[in-house]
């Protein structure tokens, strides 16, 4: 049964996997046996995440990529297709935050949030999408979050753009179909650095504590089985699905 969930000889384009979630996606898609390309800006930390998969047997790739750069995500699918003939799998993980009231936000701020958390990821489908179609084969992974369940003060750009990122899945899997699969999975609370704001705020911990039946706040290793399963062939017939991945956050009125 576990070569249902296998990633051999599959390449994978994860972004940001440099830090947070997506440094611990690319160790879990590596140990599946894909060979990950790490995208992301700061290449110092993605040369870190590709040591540390090479440590532990596993084959990497810094692919240097600012994803709201449209001409870059060209070139570097390009780049790759050339390189590697193929990609497999595309988890679009790179994500920001903008934490202000909707009153005193600029519009820029709210902008930089749409175009990194979900124009960003379009170009990607697209760009990917047109290559796995003549493949005819794909998994589009898109890390959403419970914010494209629930609004919450102060965040109203991350809350638009994983709202509309679940729509793109959706028109993703509706387009995309039979071959390619497109998939979202919508966290809870993991402590990485988009949230330290969150972490150290006594009331915020009390009442995750209180919402999550799990008790706790999430760790990046309980994304594991999710990625895995909408990545791999385990998840040939599940497509234009939000996985949410909580703790039980989002089923629970407190
Ligand atoms: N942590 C949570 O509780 C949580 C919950 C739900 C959803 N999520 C989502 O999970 C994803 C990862 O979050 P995280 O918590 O791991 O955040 P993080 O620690 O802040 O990491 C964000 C990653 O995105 C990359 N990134 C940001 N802007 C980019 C751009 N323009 N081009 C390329 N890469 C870019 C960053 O790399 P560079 O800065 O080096 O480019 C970094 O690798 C995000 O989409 C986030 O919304 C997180």
Redesign the pocket.
């Known amino acids: 049964m576990a070569d249902l969930f296998s990633l051999k000889n599959r390449v994978v384009l994860l972004?940001?996997?440099?830090?947070?979630?997506?440094?611990d996606m690319a160790l879990t898609l590596a140990g599946a046996g894909a060979t990950v390309l790490c995208?992301?800006?700061?290449?110092k930390?993605?040369e870190a995440t590709a040591r540390a998969i090479a440590r532990k047997g596993g084959k990497a790739h810094v692919v240097p990529?600012?994803?709201?750069?449209e001409d870059a995500v060209r070139a570097q699918v390009r780049a790759i297709i050339r390189k590697h003939r193929r990609i497999d799998v595309l988890v679009?993980?790179?994500?920001?935050?903008h934490r202000q009231d909707i009153v005193d936000t600029e519009t820029a701020d709210f902008r930089k949030v749409i175009?990194?958390?979900l124009i960003?990821q379009f170009v990607l489908s697209r760009e990917v999408g047109r290559h796995m179609l003549a493949r005819e084969y794909g998994r589009i992974v898109n890390?959403?979050?419970?914010?494209a369940i629930l609004g919450r003060a102060s965040v109203a750009g991350?809350v638009a753009a994983?709202h509309g990122l679940v729509g793109l899945t959706k028109n993703l899997a509706a387009e995309y179909g039979p071959h390619v699969t497109a998939n979202a999975?919508?966290?809870?609370?993991?402590?990485?650095?988009?949230?330290i704001p969150?972490q150290r705020n006594k009331d915020f911990n009390a009442m995750l504590e209180q919402r999550t039946a799990a008790q706790r706040?999430?760790k990046?290793e309980d994304l594991r089985g999710a990625l895995l399963l909408l990545a791999s062939d385990a998840g040939a017939y599940i497509t234009g699905h939000t996985l949410v991945v909580d703790g039980g956050l989002t089923t629970i009125l407190a």
């Open positions: 972004t940001g996997a440099s830090r947070g979630l997506g440094r995208a992301g800006r700061t290449v930390e993605l990529l600012d994803i709201t750069d679009n993980n790179a994500g920001v935050i175009e990194t958390d960003g890390i959403s979050s419970v914010m991350y994983k999975i919508a966290p809870g609370y993991i402590r990485t650095e988009l949230n969150l706040w999430g990046p």
